[in-house]
T-cell receptor, first 112, second 116 residues
Framework: ELKVEQNPLFLSMQEGKNYTIYCNYSTTSDRLYWYRQDPGKSLESLFVLLSNGAVKQEGRLMASLDTKARLSTLHITAAVHDLSATYFCAVDHTGTASKLTFGTGTRLQVTL | GAVVSQHPSRVICKSGTSVKIECRSLDFQATTMFWYRQFPKQSLMLMATSNEGSKATYEQGVEKDKFLINHASLTLSTLTVTSAHPEDSSFYIC????????????FGSGTRLTVV
């Protein structure tokens, strides 16, 4: 059974600071996704990581994937209040039937 | 980009009644759609995989008779919560993978179900 763990579960950080969210998963997969969820809303796609060593950046967020270590990171640079949300990683099952297993989520609160 | 439309966005129903949630792919065909449930401050849990023209595949622990899934066309999947009870109150989200060069999964806007 595929398990996906994120840490930290909750992160309070000041504006302007940097931090990294970690996503570990238990079995082989080459596809990993990062999503953002605002309160009461559905998911917004942030990054799609499809191969070992993939790195993608959008604004103050950068995501990377190490399939050998079964680890993905979401790095936040110079945080701003608008980044406050819950961030989920999700891993696609490698096999005949695609489906996602989500991480536990990281609730990010950026304070002034 | 690929869009998944989900309706209704919010529904309140009485215990014992049934509620139907629709999920439509607007600009692509989806032979497979996914239904998730999310309780407050928790992650998304996959309930079932909806397959066009065939039976849905349910995850372990999900009651098939309670959560009826129909995927009658390539653009529409429905989830019916039968004989709803307060413990069924949750946020339900559908998803599809457009494929054909689109990578990643697209999510509907979600349905907030409250059973009173």
């Amino acid at each position: 059974e595929l398990k996906v763990e994120q840490n930290p579960l909750f992160l309070s950080m000041q504006e302007g600071k940097n931090y990294t969210i970690y996503c570990n998963y238990s079995t082989t997969s080459d596809r990993l996704y990062w999503y953002r969820q605002d309160p009461g809303k559905s998911l917004e796609s942030l990054f799609v990581l499809l191969s070992n060593g993939a790195v993608k950046q959008e604004g103050r967020l950068m995501a990377s994937l190490d399939t050998k270590a079964r680890l993905s990171t979401l790095h936040i640079t110079a945080a701003v209040h608008d980044l406050s949300a819950t961030y989920f990683c999700a891993v696609d099952h490698t096999g005949t039937a695609s489906k996602l297993t989500f991480g536990t989520g990281t609730r990010l609160q950026v304070t002034l | 980009g690929a869009v998944v439309s989900q309706h209704p966005s919010r529904v309140i129903c009485k215990s014992g009644t049934s509620v139907k949630i629709e999920c439509r792919s607007l600009d692509f065909q989806a032979t497979t759609m996914f239904w998730y449930r999310q309780f407050p401050k928790q992650s998304l849990m996959l309930m079932a995989t909806s397959n066009e023209g065939s039976k849905a595949t349910y995850e372990q622990g999900v009651e098939k008779d309670k959560f009826l899934i129909n995927h009658a066309s390539l653009t529409l999947s429905t989830l019916t919560v039968t004989s709803a009870h307060p413990e069924d109150s949750s946020f339900y989200i559908c998803s599809a993978e457009p494929g054909q060069g689109f990578y990643g999964y697209t999510f509907g806007s979600g349905t907030r179900l409250t059973v009173v």
